[in-house]
């Protein structure tokens, strides 16, 4: 019996501390509180996996941005509360897929991203006093951020850098040099570039520095690959003149095959043309002349006339040798001489000779006379200049293959069966062939029509998917697993938490509700005891309770605190 009463009484203090009452007992006093915590539960797992499944796509904003462009972009991005986050190593920042086109549209508003190069608004802030060496380094530097800035804009380059050589201008022109260009060019992951794109970057460069030829241009990838080499003109042919010739000869294809199907049926022609394409670019100047034709159409273009004529000279005479070559000598006279007296020069010239009166001389000059006369006409001759510049692109030759199905006619039980063409039908085909080519003999066209039986074309069967395996499948097995994934959490929560706490309120509650009865005390063997022994038992139990009414009174007396806590849970456990 004292054991008992010892363990009862090492047992008081426990039911006193509110913190160290059994779970199921405070179950017990609160009835909902069950019901409470496990619809509130259900529902914030039922928002949790809302959420989840509905959570934003995020897609990239802008990748491999700066450390600065960076900080002040998610700045940006905090002030506009879009929710943004990271790829993996930090190389690109994601925004929700749906923002994307408003968040660029707002940052570039902003004037971000700035970028790792500077235009010409480097020149907004020259300051007072900049020497001219300053001024054209900084002029060099902004024409090269704007070209990068252009090239990057293409979609398969990631980042470029441009370097410009300008030389310095100077008066002297033997002196002068042209100026070159180097661009390095960093593609997409995965990515590449054709040669219209190359070609397309190096007339950008060049026509935008002045004096800058397009094979001063060198243009290099990432990895060391020479792109420019193609348009340095050492092939000959570049990728324009190439898909030129491609359009040419496509042309003519379609030109064959739409004459010839609704003759032959479609399907039944195959054409391929291959055309020699002329890109030289030839100046032809002739210079003829030629007499001309008609005399009467005769054009004078200059005369030129001399006429002299000469009369009453002396001939030479005497007998040859230098005393007949000597110059006459000088007449003289006498002073006093009468009027037609004979001169003494003419007595010496003829001695012996009679002298006749003067009026007796002939009326004409003595000696021989002589005339001359020069004429020089020039006439405009017959000339021809011809000038003749023919432009690139012209067809040389071409060379056309044709080849014909058989023609499907019904034979005599009404079956479709194939047969040749005729010798007819073939130079039908091919006259009509030569009209849509425009066919000429002294070009050197060449042409050849077959007439021949197609293989058929067998298309290899697809293998059928499983349904499982089925793209709206897969989209209604997500769908359905997601409310599946729902409903299972659900039933899982009522079957091991809420059912058990309902299932143990009701049985507390049931156990409350029955009336106890008073009995007498019982020995150990179940007995009851006699009257004596119940007596003592009182006694025992009344003295009990007393001791444990003095230590309740001491414990109130050392710390009120628990005992008022100790009430209060009384009376809420009585509510």
Not at 135 to 159: F, K, P, T
Not at 288 to 301: H, T
Not at 548 to 558: G, K, N, S
Request: aromatic letters at 4%; a neutral charge; charged letters at 20%.
């Amino acid at each position: 019996m004292s054991a008992t009463t010892t363990a009862g009484t090492a047992a008081l203090p426990a039911p006193m501390l509110p913190a160290a009452l059994p779970l199921l007992e405070r179950l017990r006093v609160q009835p909902k509180l069950p019901l409470i915590v496990g619809g509130a539960a259900l529902a914030a797992a039922a928002a949790a996996f809302v959420l989840w499944s509905r959570a934003p796509d995020y897609k990239v904003l802008y990748t491999n941005v700066t450390d600065r462009d960076g900080g002040a972009i998610i700045a940006a991005l905090q002030q506009q509360n879009v929710p943004y986050k990271f790829a993996e190593g930090g190389g690109a920042i994601l925004v929700p897929g749906n923002k994307v086109p408003e968040v660029r549209l707002k940052l570039a508003a902003q004037g971000l991203p700035k970028g790792g190069g500077v235009g010409f608004e480097l020149m907004d802030n020259q300051k007072f006093g900049t020497s001219q060496f300053t001024e054209q380094v900084n002029y060099q530097r902004a024409l090269e951020g704007e070209l990068v800035r252009s090239i990057e804009s293409i979609g398969s380059v990631e980042s470029a850098r441009v370097h410009l050589a300008l030389p310095k201008s100077t008066l002297f022109v033997r002196e002068q040099k042209k100026p070159s260009a180097s661009v390095i060019l960093t593609l997409q992951r995965g990515r590449s570039i054709d040669e219209g794109q190359v070609s397309a970057i190096v007339h950008m460069i060049s026509s935008s520095v002045p004096e800058l030829a397009p094979k001063s241009v060198t243009v290099v990838d990432q990895k060391g690959n020479l792109l420019s080499a193609a348009n340095s003109g050492a092939h000959g042919l570049d990728v324009s003149q190439l898909k030129y010739a491609q359009e040419i000869e496509q042309n003519y294809v379609r030109r064959i095959e739409a004459i010839l199907q609704p003759i032959l049926g479609a399907g039944n022609v195959r054409a391929q043309v291959a055309a020699d394409i002329d890109f030289a670019v030839v100046e032809h100047t002739d210079e003829k002349f030629r007499p001309n034709q008609d005399p009467a159409a005769k054009a004078v273009r200059s005369q030129q006339s001399s006429e002299s004529n000469q009369q009453g000279g002396t001939p030479p005479g005497g007998v040859p040798g230098a005393l007949s070559n000597q110059p006459p000598a000088n007449p003289s006279a006498p002073l006093n001489a009468p009027a037609g007296a004979p001169s003494a020069a003419a007595g010496a010239r003829a001695p012996g000779a009679a002298q006749a009166p003067a009026a007796a001389a002939p009326s004409t000059p003595a000696g021989p006379s002589s005339a001359r006369k020069d004429v020089t006409t020039n006439y405009e001759l017959d000339r021809t200049i011809r000038h003749v510049q023919q432009s690139a692109g012209g067809v040389k030759r071409l060379s056309v293959a044709v080849v014909v199905n058989n023609k499907e006619e019904p034979d005599a039980a009404g079956k479709p069966a194939a047969r040749a063409l005729s010798a007819a039908e073939l130079d039908q085909v091919r006259n009509l062939v030569k009209e849509a080519m425009g066919f000429s003999q002294e070009r050197g066209d060449s042409l050849n029509v077959v007439n021949s039986p197609f293989a058929l074309e067998r298309e290899a069967a697809a293998p059928a998917l499983p349904f499982w395996r089925e793209r709206e499948n897969i989209e209604l097995g997500k769908s359905l697993g997601q409310y599946l994934l729902i409903g299972v959490l659900a039933l899982m929560l009522w079957l091991a938490v809420l059912r058990p706490m309902l299932r143990r309120q009701n049985a507390l509650q049931q156990a409350a509700a029955v009336p106890t009865l008073p009995t007498a005390p019982l020995d150990a063997g179940g007995q009851q005891l006699p009257s004596a022994a119940q007596e003592a038992l009182r006694l025992r139990e009344s003295d009990r309770q007393r001791a444990d009414l003095e230590y309740a009174q001491q414990v109130a007396q050392q710390d009120p605190r628990l005992v008022a806590a100790l009430i209060k849970h009384w009376m809420n456990k009585h509510e």
